[in-house]
C-alpha cells in the first residue's frame, strides 16, 4: 500500500445535500478500514461538522483541513477550486491519495476524480448565444482539466449508469467506474412503515431557481384534493418568498428542516415526486423516501433509471399528472415494502464494499 492517509476535496460543506452525504460516507468507510483521512474544505457548516462527528467514531483518524480563502472566491466553488489548484494542489497530491470529491465543478488535481452529473456540458451545447457565453469560462477551465483527465488516464467515478454513458458520450472517458452513493436509513423510523398514511405527496429539495419547484404549483392547481409538501434548505431566499407568495392552498413549505423533521414528514406521505425539470445523476434523496416506503415520481431520465420502477417515471408534466393519481391508488404496505427493497440494494455496506474495491486498484 503506497498511500496511508487520503484526502477527501469538497469545497462547499455548508448544506447536507447528497453529494455532502457521499463524502462524509467516504470519509467513514475509510476511517474504519484504518486509513487517516483529510477532508479539504473552504466553507463547513456546524451542521456539517456535526453531522460529521456523529457518523466517524474513530476521531483520532479524521481531520477537517479548512483553506481560507477571500470570501468572492467561496461564491464559486469552481473559482475556488481554480485558486486552490493554483496554490496548493500539487503539494497535496504528492503528500496524500487524493480524491475529488466533485470534478463537475472543482478543477482539482486528483489521483481519483468523483463526477455527479454533466449538467454543465447540456447548458453548453443546447443553450442559445448568450446561454454560451455565460457558461463560457466555467466550460473553458472544466474543459482544460477534463482532457488532461483523460489523456493522463486518471480513474474517474460515476454515481450511475447514466452518468457513465454521459462521460464517455462529452469527453470520452474511457477509465470509468461506477460508484453509486449510499442511502442510509434512520432506523428510528423504520416503525412508521406500516403507518396510516395520508394522500400527500412529497419533495425534499434546496429552495433554489434550478430545482423546478414551480412545476409541483402547477400539479397542485390541478390535484386540489392531493397535499404537496415541499421541504428542505433555503439556498435561495428571494426564490423561497417568491414560492411562498405564490403557492396554492394544497401546498406546504417547510424550510431549513431538521433530520427528525425530514423523517417525520416522509413518514406520512404516499408518494416522492421529483419535480426537477434538469438530469439528476443519482437522487440520493428519492431513494431516502423510498426507504421510507414512498412511491417515487420522477423524470423518465439520468441515474433514477438505476432504481425507479418504469409505471413511476413520466416523460412531462401531463403524465406526472396520471402517474401521481394511480400512485397514490397503488400505495399499501405491501408496494412500500418493495420500495424499501429496491431502496436496500443501495446501502452503506454496499457503498462501502464498491469504493475499497475500486481503491484496491490504485492505492
Not at 8 to 30: D, M, S
Request: net charge positive; glycine share 4%.
Amino acid at each position: 500500500m503506497r498511500y496511508n492517509s487520503i484526502a477527501l476535496i469538497l469545497f462547499n460543506l455548508n448544506a447536507l445535500g447528497g453529494i455532502q452525504r457521499t463524502t462524509i460516507y467516504a470519509a467513514k468507510a475509510l476511517v474504519e478500514e484504518g486509513y487517516k483521512v483529510n477532508i479539504v474544505t473552504s466553507s463547513i457548516s456546524r451542521h456539517i461538522y456535526q453531522a460529521i462527528y456523529e457518523n466517524i467514531s474513530d476521531k483520532e483518524k479524521l481531520r477537517i483541513l479548512k483553506i481560507s480563502l477571500p470570501l468572492m472566491f467561496n461564491q464559486s466553488p469552481t473559482m475556488t477550486a481554480y485558486i486552490y489548484k493554483l496554490l496548493n494542489a500539487d503539494a497535496l497530491v504528492k503528500k496524500y491519495f487524493v480524491i475529488n470529491m466533485h470534478g463537475d465543478i472543482q478543477p482539482v488535481n486528483a489521483h481519483l476524480v468523483y463526477f455527479h452529473q454533466f449538467n454543465v456540458d447540456y447548458h453548453f451545447y443546447s443553450g442559445d448565444l448568450m446561454q454560451r457565453i455565460k457558461i463560457m469560462p466555467l466550460y473553458l477551465i472544466r474543459e482544460k482539466y477534463i482532457v488532461r483527465l483523460r489523456d493522463n488516464q486518471v480513474p474517474i467515478l460515476v454515481n450511475s449508469r447514466w452518468t457513465f454513458v454521459e462521460a464517455q458520450k462529452f469527453w470520452n472517458l474511457k477509465n470509468v467506474h461506477i460508484l453509486h452513493p449510499p442511502v442510509v436509513m434512520n432506523k428510528p423510523y423504520v416503525s412508521t412503515m406500516w403507518s396510516e398514511r395520508d394522500d400527500a405527496v412529497i419533495t425534499i429539495s434546496r429552495f433554489s431557481p434550478d430545482r423546478g419547484l414551480e412545476y409541483i404549483y402547477n400539479l397542485a392547481e390541478e390535484l386540489p384534493w392531493v397535499k404537496f409538501i415541499i421541504a428542505g434548505y433555503v439556498q435561495d431566499r428571494d426564490y423561497f418568498l417568491y414560492l411562498a407568495s405564490k403557492k396554492p392552498r394544497n401546498v406546504l413549505l417547510y424550510p431549513n428542516i431538521t433530520e427528525e423533521e425530514k423523517y417525520n414528514l416522509l413518514s406520512k406521505a404516499k408518494l416522492y415526486l421529483n419535480s426537477t425539470p434538469y438530469i439528476e445523476g443519482f437522487g440520493i434523496a428519492i431513494l431516502e423516501g423510498m426507504l421510507m416506503g414512498l412511491i417515487p415520481v420522477t423524470n423518465n431520465k439520468g441515474g433514477v433509471l438505476d432504481f425507479v420502477p418504469i409505471q413511476y417515471r413520466f416523460n412531462d408534466f401531463k403524465e406526472a399528472k396520471e402517474i401521481i393519481i394511480n400512485a397514490l391508488k397503488d400505495w399499501n404496505p405491501k408496494v412500500a415494502f418493495r420500495m424499501r427493497e429496491i431502496a436496500g440494494a443501495f446501502s452503506y455496506d454496499k457503498y462501502k464494499q464498491n469504493l475499497l474495491k475500486i481503491l484496491e486498484k490504485y492505492l
